[in-house]
T-cell receptor, first 112, second 112 residues
Framework: ETGVTQSPTHLIKTRGQQVTLRCSSQ?????VSWYQQALGQGPQFIFQ???????GRGNFPPRFSGLQFPNYSSELNVNALELDDSALYLC???????????FGPGTRLTVT | EDQVTQSPEALRLQEGESSSLNCSYT??????LFWYRQDPGKGPEFLFT???AGEEKEKERLKATLTKKESFLHITAPKPEDSATYLC?????????????FGAGTILRVKS
């Protein structure tokens, strides 16, 4: 059984640019959640997708957007990057909207 | 919003020296409490889910317990490979589905 995968592993962008991060959910999982983890902190919820629809959103501005595809993989897009967007971005998948979430290895984004 | 506080922030143990990590939470109605292990630069690894006061779960040298206001992660006779950050999270309901609200974590170092 393949776990949650994310790409790329690391990314360096310049302030003002746009970035797309990708996530493949674990086999059989139809729900994907995205989190941002700053250094030394716990993950912060960005949003959740269930069957291609946004299911809920945390306290992140609209320049953070996402998609979920028919195969339940997902993308996180961030426009107009700011220095504070530098963080580890984590994707988690689950069997449904309420069961335990399994995380991928993360994408380390550095904004200079 | 639900809040999760973990203590201590960091813990240093000698190999074989048992101890406990604490996770206290404020929620209107607990739907689930989760423990994760996170190695540096990697995604959180799921350990346990607890749903009701009095519940206990065990895995190797780890045992998680739950009361109405807090959870403990007991580590018995730890080994250096148990060194990691341990994260606690509670399920916070949204209109549809649940998100996870995390504590900042406890950094555990076990020396041989």
């Amino acid at each position: 059984e393949t776990g949650v995968t994310q790409s790329p592993t690391h990314l360096i962008k310049t302030r003002g640019q746009q970035v797309t991060l990708r996530c493949s959910s674990q086999s059989g999982h139809n729900t994907v959640s995205w989190y941002q983890q700053a250094l030394g902190q716990g993950p912060q919820f960005i949003f959740q997708y269930y069957r291609e629809e946004e299911n809920g959103r945390g306290n992140f501005p609209p320049r953070f957007s996402g998609l979920q595809f028919p195969n339940y993989s997902s993308e996180l897009n961030v426009n107009a990057l700011e220095l504070d967007d530098s963080a580890l971005y984590l994707c988690a998948s689950s069997w449904d909207r309420v069961s335990e979430q399994y995380f991928g290895p993360g994408t380390r984004l550095t904004v200079t | 919003e639900d809040q999760v506080t973990q203590s201590p922030e960091a813990l240093r143990l000698q190999e074989g020296e048992s101890s406990s990590l604490n996770c206290s939470y404020t929620v209107s109605g607990l739907r689930g409490l989760f423990w994760y292990r996170q190695d540096p630069g990697k995604g959180p690894e799921f350990l346990f889910t607890l749903y009701s006061a009095g519940e206990e779960k065990e895995k190797e040298r780890l045992k998680a317990t739950l009361t109405k206001k807090e959870s403990f992660l007991h580590i018995t006779a730890p080994k250096p490979e148990d060194s990691a950050t341990y994260l606690c999270a509670v399920q916070d309901p949204m209109e549809y589905g649940n998100k996870l609200v995390f504590g900042a974590g406890t950094i555990l170092r076990v020396k041989s």
